[in-house]
C-alpha cells in the first residue's frame, strides 16, 4: 500500500524558514518523480514543487523560485522542501504528491499546515 | 502560460443525476489532463488520468472525455459520497490545476 507521510507545518514569522518532509513507503521511490502541492485556506490547489525520479532534475513555481528547495534522500525514503524567507501568502496545506508520468499525481499525503503570520 | 478553467462553479445536484463537468484550456493541447476529487480536510483523489482512464479503484460510474481544449467528467448517476469539490489538472511543461467545481446536494 502506497503511504506518503508528512510533517514540518507549523506557525512561522514573515521571512522564517520550515523545513517539510515526507516519508514514502510501498514503492520504489527512485522510480518515481515527487511533487509538493498547496492548497490555501478556502482555495484551489497549486502545484508549488517537483523532483525527478532520480533527483536530477527539480521544478519549481515561479511563485517559490529561489526560496523554496526540493530534495529527496534515497536512504530514508524521505522528500523535502526547505521554505526560506516565507510570506504571508505560503500560508497553505502542503501535500506531498507521488506522480506518474510524470504528467498527474497518482497518490497524496495527508498534508501540512504552514501558517505564515506576524 | 497555459490558463485551465472549469465550469461551472457550483453545481447543484440530486443523487440518481447524470453530471458533466467541464474543463477547458487556453490552447490546443495534449491528452495529458486529470480529475481529482476532494472533500473537505481531506487530500485529492486521483479519478481519471490521460483525460479518459480510470484510476484504479475508481467507480465505474465516472468516465472522462474531450481532446485538444475541451474535457470533461461524468458522473453518470451521482451517489451520495459525490457530493465533493472536483478539480482538472493539466500538464504541459508546468502542472495546472482549474479552479475547482463544487457538486453539492440540490
Known amino acids: 500500500e502506497v503511504q506518503l507521510l508528512e510533517s514540518g507545518g507549523g506557525l512561522v514569522q514573515p521571512g522564517g524558514s520550515l523545513r517539510l518532509s515526507c516519508e514514502v513507503s510501498?514503492?520504489?521511490?527512485?522510480?518515481?518523480?515527487m511533487f509538493w502541492v498547496r492548497q490555501a485556506p478556502g482555495k484551489g490547489l497549486e502545484w508549488v514543487s517537483g523532483?525527478?525520479?532520480?533527483?536530477?532534475?527539480?521544478y519549481y513555481a515561479d511563485s517559490v523560485k529561489g526560496r523554496f528547495t526540493i530534495s529527496r534522500d534515497y536512504s530514508k525514503n524521505t522528500l523535502y522542501l526547505q521554505m526560506n524567507s516565507l510570506r504571508v501568502e505560503d500560508t497553505a496545506v502542503y501535500y506531498c504528491?507521488?506522480?506518474?508520468?510524470?504528467?498527474?499525481?497518482?497518490?497524496w499525503g495527508q498534508g501540512t499546515l504552514v501558517t505564515v503570520s506576524s | 502560460d497555459i490558463q485551465v478553467t472549469q465550469s461551472p462553479s457550483t453545481l447543484s445536484a440530486s443523487v440518481g443525476d447524470r453530471v458533466i463537468l467541464t474543463c477547458r484550456t487556453s490552447q490546443s493541447t495534449n491528452t495529458w489532463l486529470a480529475w481529482y476529487q476532494q472533500k473537505p480536510g481531506k487530500p485529492p483523489k486521483l479519478l481519471i488520468y490521460m483525460a479518459s482512464r480510470l484510476h484504479s479503484g475508481v467507480p465505474s460510474r465516472f468516465s472522462g472525455s474531450g481532446s485538444e481544449t475541451e474535457f470533461t467528467l461524468t458522473i453518470s448517476s451521482l451517489q451520495p459520497d459525490d457530493f465533493a469539490t472536483y478539480y482538472c489538472?493539466?500538464?504541459?511543461?508546468?502542472?495546472?490545476f482549474g479552479q475547482g467545481t463544487k457538486v453539492e446536494i440540490k
Open positions: 504528491a507521488k506522480a506518474a508520468g510524470p504528467f498527474y499525481f497518482d497518490y
Open positions: 489538472q493539466h500538464y504541459n511543461g508546468y502542472w495546472t
Open positions: 510501498g514503492f520504489t521511490s527512485d522510480t518515481s518523480a
Open positions: 523532483v525527478s525520479g532520480s533527483g536530477d532534475s527539480t
